[in-house]
């Protein structure tokens, strides 16, 4: 039932900017968290960047902070990933996914429901 679609992706050289979509539907979209993750071939996922529909807290993993921003339209039940001063090492699929639960922040594993993803590759 729960659906998650990103859309967005593709090939940038650094220092260019992208922005990523995840259109949610199949649930009430309110109070619950929704992340943005990646991985890269030969690495765990990571978690990106987060936020949480009830209130707006927002939480980013070191590696991004101050590049991207992550933001949502709740009108649109959207969520977005402003990717900027974009490195060739952000290189990956990137995952859009929901959860409901307590501190859910940058844990993927604590996530339900996941998107089936949308490609970045930043080329030097």
């Known amino acids: 039932q729960v659906q998650l679609v990103e859309s967005g992706g593709g090939s940038v050289q650094a220092g260019g900017s992208l922005r990523l979509s995840c259109a949610a539907s199949?649930?009430?979209?309110?109070?619950?968290?929704m992340g943005w993750f990646r991985q890269a071939p030969g690495k765990e996922r990571e978690g990106v960047a987060a936020i949480y529909t009830g209130g707006g807290s927002t939480y980013y993993a070191d590696s991004v902070k101050g590049r991207f921003t992550i933001s949502q339209d709740n009108a649109k039940n959207t969520l977005y990933l402003q990717m900027n001063s974009l490195k060739p090492e952000d290189t990956a699929m990137y995952y859009c996914a929901a959860g409901w639960g307590f501190r859910l922040r940058l844990d993927a594993s604590k996530y339900n429901y996941w998107g089936q993803g949308t490609q970045v590759t930043v080329s030097s």
């Open positions: 199949g649930y009430t979209y309110s109070n619950h968290y």
